[in-house]
């Protein structure tokens, strides 16, 4: 059964760097077939896609973050990372990893998760 | 950006009802909407892609359909579990976007 659990800092100052792995286990992040995703969901809000990355490396973001999100990729490790810069209060969050699958013809989907992480952003 | 918008945003039911929630799209996504159910502190859960494909799984009480703008999901025979919040994603776009959620509770 695949999983995956994000850690990092919980709490992150404002102007400073949120960073965050997600570590995915029983199968591999070397799989073409799949990307992996960051979402997140403020407090009490709903979801906000952040981007994904593919196994080789090739991102794609939100445009409203892009200027600030890196997501990178360590198949040595079999995880994947989340950089967002210069952080404000709007940041604050619950993080999710997840698994995205598809294809061409159905589209694609969220269908592992980790459990999220709460990640604060206050001085 | 394609928009999605949920009806209703929250509704009251009991077990063993009959439950439907629309999503709409701002323009047409063919069939590339998907549904999570989400419970409190817990991660969203995968029910149905591509509009109408059951994640394995997921109980059969668990439906969808809809094609273009316009998507259902129903649930039949409401079961205790069943009571979260719950969320179209649509991936036609390469920016993918949610719904903001209907919530469904106990009547």
């Known amino acids: 059964q695949l999983q995956l659990q994000e850690s990092g800092s919980g709490l992150v100052k404002p102007s400073q760097t949120l960073s965050l792995t997600c570590a995915v286990s029983?199968?591999?992040?070397?799989?073409?077939?799949?990307?992996w995703s960051w979402i997140r969901q403020p407090p009490g809000k709903g979801l906000e896609w952040i981007g994904y990355?593919?196994?080789?490396?090739?991102?794609d973001y939100n445009p409203s973050l892009k200027s600030r999100v890196t997501i990178s990729v360590d198949t040595s490790k079999n995880q994947f990372s989340l950089n967002l810069r210069s952080v404000t209060a709007a940041d604050t969050a619950v993080y999710f990893c997840a698994r995205l699958a598809g294809d061409y013809d159905k589209g694609d989907y969220f269908d592992y998760w980790g459990q999220g992480t709460l990640v604060t952003v206050s001085s | 950006d394609i928009q999605m918008t949920q009806s209703p945003s929250s509704l009251s039911a009991s077990v063993g009802d009959r439950v439907t929630i629309t999503c709409r799209a701002s323009?047409?996504?063919?069939?590339?909407l998907n549904w999570y159910q989400q419970k409190p502190g817990k991660a969203p859960k995968l029910l149905i892609y591509a509009a109408s494909s059951l994640q394995s799984g997921v109980p059969s009480r668990f439906s969808g359909s809809g094609s273009g703008t316009d998507f259902t999901l129903t649930i039949t025979n409401l079961q205790p579990e069943d009571f979260a919040t719950y969320y179209c994603?649509?991936?036609?776009?390469?920016?993918?976007?949610f719904g903001p959620g209907t919530k469904v509770d106990i009547k």
């Open positions: 990355i593919s196994y080789i490396g090739s991102p």
């Open positions: 029983g199968g591999s992040i070397n799989s073409g077939a799949y990307s």
């Open positions: 323009q047409s996504i063919t069939s590339y």
């Open positions: 994603q649509q991936s036609y776009s390469s920016l993918r976007t």
